[in-house]
């Protein structure tokens, strides 16, 4: 009997007449069925929204995150079974879907101790001015398929700390925790401010162009961000976009190389790949290219890739039939082309599940499509180079800038490469770690906006500011 999970719309799990299989990727077997909604379901949590939020909005920033609490506490109490339905859906190891659940509650209470604080704008003989914060409504959430949790948490939490209410849309390919969550929490958060609903892809634009969302936060490729972007047009909707990315890697000669292999690996191939900071193009100083391309395969070899559910997995399937296409696609179009693989390269047809063998390429030209777009998946290009003005001009010759990244055992050095590469983050030494209280987001096309800290938030409100002009006696 094949589970049926619901959806939350006004404090109520719904149903509805017709449904969507959810795929466990790793054997392609069906592992869910979750509602397939479309306008008339859309209609009715929006306007639960739209009624909660005369009440939310005017509640204190005390009992908001109270109730942000109550939802990270009851994540908590349920790691074991959430972390677990997660790798079923989405594919990854166990251990790094401990990390996304586990990282969950820590990431909502960190949203959750912002707070705005008024600015005195004029404070006179003539006059007193003030800017406050007010929240711009009712907020449609629009989330991938790479962390459906942590990106769906990323949208909750700014949305009901600054007073908005939200209607959520997953990912259809990755559904099941997030509405397992909602079940959990459904008596935890006023009727209508948080509402999650499930739908094809064409249910996106329909939110987009919702008359009675102001605001769409978005999570996704930029090709989407980008007909998001022209539906929000219409009535100038705000909107937040975090896009893709093809984040570089820079290998300074004096690198550790023993070290640095293995975080390179990890960088690249957490998830899959599937990660939207993760490293896609790894460039490493010709000093020491050979050394560290034969260590990075030689730690690569004694990865295990399978089920995300057997024991010492540590790389999953690619989470969709889709993706995996597109993978191949593009390592097949490397094969064509003669570029020499160090590992991999030679995905098996047969068998079920959307398994991609670890693939390391071994310093394709610039101009290769594994290098030029985001690959999304465990194949690794590595590329030599001389000089550090030349590596510092590939690194930013994309239409992309979301992250990337430095290794060197020259902390400052890395510092004054960082500040000159065209991203929204650059780590130094390190990869992958994002804090809720620093704003995070793209430059050029990863990205319009900011999601965390208190530019993030920011953008789940409009600014007021009230004058009140004393009276010439009081004066
Ligand atoms: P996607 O754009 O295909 O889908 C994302 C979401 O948008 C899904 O819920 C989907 O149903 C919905 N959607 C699809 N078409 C829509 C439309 N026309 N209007 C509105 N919504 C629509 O992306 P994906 O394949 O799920 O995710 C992979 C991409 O996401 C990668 O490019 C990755 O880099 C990016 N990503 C970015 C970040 C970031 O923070 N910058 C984080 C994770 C993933």
């Not at 949305?159 to 990755?174: E, H, Q, Y």
């Not at 957490?270 to 260590?295: P, T």
């Not at 597109?326 to 570029?339: F, M, P, S, T």
């Not at 793209?442 to 900011?450: I, P, R, Y």
Request: proline letters at 5%; hydrophobic letters at 40%.
């Amino acid at each position: 009997m094949i589970e049926e999970y619901r959806n939350l719309i006004n404090g109520k799990m719904i149903a509805t007449n017709r449904w969507m299989d959810v795929v466990n990727p790793a054997n392609e077997e069906i592992i869910g069925k979750v509602p397939s909604c479309g306008e008339e379901q859309l209609n009715e949590a929006v306007a639960a929204a739209r009624q909660a939020f005369k009440s939310w909005s005017k509640t204190s920033i005390e009992e908001r995150r109270d109730v942000l609490h109550a939802i990270a506490d009851t994540i908590e109490a349920s790691h074991d079974e959430l972390f677990r339905l997660l790798t079923r859906e989405q594919g990854k190891p166990h251990a790094q879907a401990e990390m996304e659940i586990g990282g969950a509650p820590a990431n909502i209470r960190a949203q959750a101790s912002l707070e705005f604080q008024d600015v005195i704008n004029e404070d006179s003989q003539d006059r007193l001015s003030r800017t406050r914060r007010v929240p711009v409504g009712v907020v449609g959430g629009i989330v991938p398929w790479n962390f459906p949790v942590l990106m769906a948490i990323q949208k909750i939490a700014p949305a009901l700390l600054s007073g908005c209410t939200i209607v959520l849309k997953p990912s259809p390919f990755t559904p099941l925790t997030t509405l397992k969550i909602a079940e959990l929490i459904a008596d935890r958060v006023p009727a209508g401010v948080l509402n999650i609903i499930t739908g094809e892809d064409s249910l996106g634009p329909l939110i987009t162009a919702h008359k009675d969302i102001d605001k769409v936060t978005f999570t996704g490729s930029t090709a989407t961000g980008k007909k998001i972007m022209e539906g929000a047009s219409k009535d100038l909707k705000r909107i937040t976009l975090e896009l893709g990315g093809n984040d570089a890697s820079i290998v300074l000669p004096d690198a550790d190389v023993k070290k640095v292999a293995e975080q390179l690996f990890w960088a690249s191939f957490s998830n899959a790949g599937q990660i939207c900071v993760a490293a896609k193009r790894i460039y490493i100083h010709e000093d020491i290219y050979d050394e560290l391309s034969s260590a990075i395969t030689a730690y690569a070899k004694e990865v295990k890739v399978g089920d995300g559910s057997e024991q010492g997995t540590g790389v999953g399937p690619i989470q969709n039939k889709k993706q995996f296409d597109r993978v191949c696609e593009l390592i097949q179009d490397a094969k064509d082309n003669g570029y020499k693989f160090l590992l991999g390269g030679d995905v098996d047809p047969s068998g079920s599940g959307y398994y991609v063998p670890i693939s390391i390429l071994d310093n394709p030209p610039e101009d290769a499509r594994i290098v030029a777009e985001e690959q999304f998946g465990p194949v690794m290009p590595l590329m030599k180079f001389s000089t550090e003005e030349e590596v510092i001009e590939r690194a930013n010759n994309t239409e992309y800038g979301l992250a990337g990244a430095i290794w060197t055992e020259n902390p400052d050095k890395g510092v004054e490469i960082a500040e000159q590469l065209e991203t929204g983050t650059v780590w130094v030494n390190e990869f992958l770690h994002l804090n809720p209280l620093a704003p995070f987001g793209g430059h050029k096309q990863s990205g319009f906006g900011v999601e965390y800290g208190m530019e993030g938030l920011k953008e789940f409100t409009y600014a007021q500011v009230i004058t009140v002009k004393h009276d010439a006696a009081r004066a």
